[in-house]
């Protein structure tokens, strides 16, 4: 990607990783969610002889951490409080800006969905062979907008849309069901309804994820049999 953007890679070796197994937050080891920030902080630090200024994309927009951060707490550092912990980073050489929190992450999704250099290269999490799974909350959210924007089989060289199809539905009543405390899938509730896509209702999705939770643990007990 960065060959074909003509852009330098710069390659550092940090140990940050083996810090926060032995720090509490949460409970939690090292995750992007939890430490994320300072691992790409940490980055750039060691390069501020050589950077002025470095753009962290953001997690949430300001009026999501506002209405949602404090489910975050002890949880995620980027969904808790990045809007005001990345500039309290900087230094007096090196600038840390936090970018995009004026944008929900449908919004940022819809910006680039036009853009070629991403049918080809988008990068989630899950990649295997070049593929990305497909299935995974990052998947499942990112395909969900572009579906709503009629998008979805544009990226279908460097996504899995078998596997996404096969969990669409359960998607959207895992959303329906998780709106009120979570802020990605209300955005995603919100970016079908606003492109006119029917979404299954709250007592729907509650009805569905209960017998298919029942169905699991009838299963399980079966199979321990």
């Given at each position: 990607m960065a060959d074909e953007l003509n852009l330098p890679i710069y390659q550092v070796i940090s140990n940050i990783h083996a810090f926060p197994h032995s720090m509490e937050w949460g409970g939690h080891g090292f995750n992007a969610g939890a430490w994320g920030?300072?691992?790409?902080?940490?980055?750039?630090?060691?390069?501020?002889?050589?950077?002025?200024?470095?753009?962290?994309?953001?997690?949430?927009?300001?009026?999501?951490?506002?209405?949602?951060?404090?489910?975050?707490?002890?949880?995620?550092?980027?969904?808790?409080?990045?809007?005001?912990?990345?500039?309290?980073?900087?230094?007096?050489?090196?600038?840390?800006i936090v970018d995009g929190c004026q944008y929900k992450r449908t919004h940022k999704t819809e910006n680039i969905a036009n853009w070629e250099f991403a049918k080809k290269h988008l990068n989630l999490a899950c990649k295997k062979d070049g593929i990305n799974c497909g299935h995974c909350w990052k998947c499942m959210r990112t395909l969900a907008a572009l579906e709503a924007m009629g998008k979805l089989e544009e990226f279908g060289a460097i996504f899995d849309l078998a596997a996404y199809r096969k969990y669409a539905f359960l998607n959207k009543c895992r959303v329906r069901y998780e709106q009120a405390n979570n802020p990605f899938s209300k955005d995603i509730i919100e970016c079908y309804e606003a492109h006119g896509y029917a979404m299954p209702s709250l007592l729907f999705a509650r009805i569905y994820l209960f017998a298919r939770r029942c169905a699991g643990f009838v299963k399980r007990k079966i199979l321990q049999k």
């Amino acid at each position: 990607m960065a060959d074909e953007l003509n852009l330098p890679i710069y390659q550092v070796i940090s140990n940050i990783h083996a810090f926060p197994h032995s720090m509490e937050w949460g409970g939690h080891g090292f995750n992007a969610g939890a430490w994320g920030i300072l691992a790409t902080s940490s980055c750039m630090l060691s390069l501020q002889g050589t950077l002025k200024r470095y753009y962290i994309p953001s997690t949430l927009g300001y009026e999501e951490i506002k209405d949602f951060g404090k489910y975050y707490r002890d949880y995620d550092m980027a969904m808790f409080c990045e809007s005001y912990l990345v500039p309290l980073l900087s230094t007096e050489s090196l600038e840390l800006i936090v970018d995009g929190c004026q944008y929900k992450r449908t919004h940022k999704t819809e910006n680039i969905a036009n853009w070629e250099f991403a049918k080809k290269h988008l990068n989630l999490a899950c990649k295997k062979d070049g593929i990305n799974c497909g299935h995974c909350w990052k998947c499942m959210r990112t395909l969900a907008a572009l579906e709503a924007m009629g998008k979805l089989e544009e990226f279908g060289a460097i996504f899995d849309l078998a596997a996404y199809r096969k969990y669409a539905f359960l998607n959207k009543c895992r959303v329906r069901y998780e709106q009120a405390n979570n802020p990605f899938s209300k955005d995603i509730i919100e970016c079908y309804e606003a492109h006119g896509y029917a979404m299954p209702s709250l007592l729907f999705a509650r009805i569905y994820l209960f017998a298919r939770r029942c169905a699991g643990f009838v299963k399980r007990k079966i199979l321990q049999k």
